[in-house]
């Protein structure tokens, strides 16, 4: 990890800092539940509209089309190109089932 600091005070680093977002994801194939991380000034859009091949997820639950769990992971990467939809999940949205 590098720090730099410039003639004013403020400091520069290779850390992004990111809060994580709960969201329920649709790809092709099934439903996963977990979080997306998020820029502290951006929106979970944002984090989907970036040019990289895959989302960080974590604490990840796969359920099958009937709602059924088929896996959990701590981290799972998915493919952009397999994401339908996206519903973040919180105060102001909804609330996911558990």
Do not use: C
Not at 15 to 24: F, P, R
Not at 25 to 40: A, F, K, N, W
Not at 41 to 58: I, Y
């Amino acid at each position: 990890m590098s720090l730099e600091f410039d003639a004013k005070g403020k400091y520069f680093t290779d850390i992004i800092s990111k809060s994580a977002v709960a969201a329920i994801i649709q790809t092709t194939m099934h439903r996963i539940e977990g979080s997306v991380h998020v820029r502290l000034s951006g929106r979970l859009k944002d984090e989907l509209d970036l040019d990289e091949a895959f989302v960080a997820v974590t604490n990840a639950r796969v359920l099958s089309n009937d709602g059924s769990l088929l896996y959990e992971a701590d981290f799972m990467s998915i493919s952009r190109a397999q994401i339908i939809w996206v519903i973040p999940i919180g105060d102001n949205n909804i609330q996911g089932e558990k």
